[in-house]
């Protein structure tokens, strides 16, 4: 089964400044349509996960521009370029290229120093 | 509006069987799997299975096989989770979701407790 690895699992965030999340899977996301289908989801405190960003990059309708994801084959990062009050949450990576389950990653705790 | 509305609460003794609902509204139900996910307190998303409610054909994570019972109802847009044998490590809560837009279900809180 695919592993999903994420870093840090916690990060301390200033108000206004940036934050980096990383993301490796135990093996290559690529699916063989092409498509490489890694998301991003965030999970504030008493909420349901939401989807900010899918197949690597592309954010979903209503999520703001700051945040970004990037990466290719195993190694994939979501950053925030500017970390604002609403963002603090666990931040999870998941994969759906290998069938026939969705694999997340352990979460990565943001808050606010 | 397209959502993914879930039932309420449940609390069942060790041994039980609960089953929770997820009805669908704002597109086409058959179009999309529907995915479970559990969510045990204080801890991350473990994916339990899916069904795809156009023939009802499904997928079960190797952990919940043997116990966990996913289906679609075509005529209400409606799909269910059945999880028998419950022990209090099933006391969580459980999210239905989908690919499209990314859209989850409020979740389901299940307490399992004697």
């Known amino acids: 089964d695919v592993v999903m690895t994420q870093s840090p699992l916690s990060l301390p965030v200033t108000l206004g400044q940036p934050a980096s999340i990383s993301c490796r899977s135990s093996q290559s996301l690529v699916y063989s349509d092409g498509n490489t289908y890694l998301n991003w989801f965030q999970q504030r405190p008493g909420q349901s996960p939401r989807r900010l960003i899918y197949k690597v990059s592309n954010r979903d309708s209503g999520v703001p521009d700051r945040f970004s994801g990037s990466g290719s084959g195993t190694d994939f990062t979501l950053k925030i370029s500017r970390v604002e009050a609403e963002d603090v949450g666990v931040y999870y990576c998941?994969?759906?290229?290998?069938?026939?389950?969705?694999?997340f990653g352990q979460g990565t705790k943001v808050e606010i120093k | 509006e397209v959502q993914l509305v879930q039932s309420g609460a449940e609390v069942k003794k060790p041994g039980a069987t609960v089953k929770i609902s997820c009805k669908v509204s704002g597109y086409t139900f058959t179009d999309y799997y529907m995915h479970w996910v559990q969510q045990a307190p204080g801890k991350g998303l473990e994916w339990m299975g899916l069904v795809d409610p156009e023939d009802g054909e499904t997928i079960y994570a190797e952990k919940f096989q043997g116990r966990v019972t996913i289906t679609a109802d075509t005529s209400t847009d409606t799909a269910y989770m059945e999880l028998s044998s419950l022990r209090s490590e099933d006391t969580a809560v459980y999210y239905c979701?989908?690919?499209?837009?990314?859209?989850w279900g409020r979740g389901t809180l299940v307490t399992v407790s004697s």
């Open positions: 979701a989908t690919d499209h837009l990314g859209l």
């Open positions: 998941m994969q759906g290229t290998h069938w026939p389950l969705w694999t």
